[in-house]
């Protein structure tokens, strides 16, 4: 503070000095002004400062609490291939395919159905539930669901449900309209909608895929489905597919389809 004040005084007397028509007391004036100004600009820096050092060490005293909420990590792809596997996974380890891991996205994501078409046909799925030996403890639980090729190439955009309803025993409850967002004529020979049940673990501070299901094009049709789940990692391929496990546990839908 002192260099600054320095400086500041020297350039005034400067100015001072150049300009004769200034007085003794309009000479305390300035000076006095310029102190002021220095002074409530390093007051400012200086509480500044010490906000940010109670904030980044969180110091539960300093005057309020201000303890950093802890940020949810969604991984981006490839990420969490080297990470250890669910402690609670059933039936043993996972299946081979693509990581458990996925782009950030806020469950929530879900798109209203698309403009009819003479002759063509649009499809609504209604998750119902998902059965899981383990569904009370399940964190923030959400499905997303997309609609790939053979490759594993999306044809549709990925949706994401909000956070299910309730959960219930072995279930957990979401009760919510998907809107394909293809007409099913128009969807490649082959191709599968996917159902990807994912929850956060707090512990480690990321969502993951807990398990998925898959519905294939043979099995559109009015009504009630119940489909199978298969440990993760997802596999959009469908090459190697392990059940998640040998208990009468599965994904609950409902289609509907419209046709002008």
């Not at 500041?8 to 002021?36: I, P, R």
């Not at 030996?133 to 994401?160: E, F, W």
């Not at 398990?211 to 489905?225: S, T």
């Amino acid at each position: 503070m002192g260099v600054l004040l320095a400086r500041h005084l020297q350039k005034e007397a400067q100015s001072q000095h150049n300009n004769s028509e200034f007085t003794e007391d309009q000479k305390v004036s300035v000076v006095v002004g310029v102190v002021k100004e220095l002074v409530s600009q390093m007051l400012f820096l200086c509480l500044a400062d010490l906000i940010l050092k109670n904030i980044l060490t969180y110091n539960k005293e300093f005057p309020f609490d201000v303890q950093p909420v802890p940020l949810r990590k969604i991984l981006a792809p490839g990420e969490e291939e080297h990470l250890e596997f669910e402690e609670d996974d059933e039936e043993g380890g996972a299946g081979a395919g693509s990581p458990d891991s996925f782009p950030a996205r806020v469950p929530g994501t879900l798109l209203p159905r698309l403009p009819s078409e003479p002759g063509m046909t649009l499809l609504t799925i209604n998750i119902e539930k998902i059965g899981l030996k383990d569904a009370g403890q399940c964190i923030d639980p959400y499905i997303t669901v997309s609609v790939k090729d053979l490759n594993g190439i999306d044809l549709t955009p990925v949706q994401d449900t909000p956070v299910a309803l309730r959960k219930e025993d072995t279930y957990v409850h979401f009760n919510v309209d998907i809107e394909i967002q293809k007409h099913v004529e128009k969807l490649t020979k082959g191709a599968a909608i996917f159902f990807e049940f994912k929850h956060y673990k707090p512990k480690k501070r990321f969502t993951s895929t807990k398990c998925f299901a898959f519905m294939e094009m043979d099995e559109i049709k009015p009504g009630a489905i119940v489909i199978e789940l298969y440990k993760k990692p997802t596999d959009f391929k469908r090459k190697k597919l392990q059940l998640l496990t040998k208990k009468p546990l599965y994904l609950h839908l409902h289609q509907t389809l419209h046709k002008e």
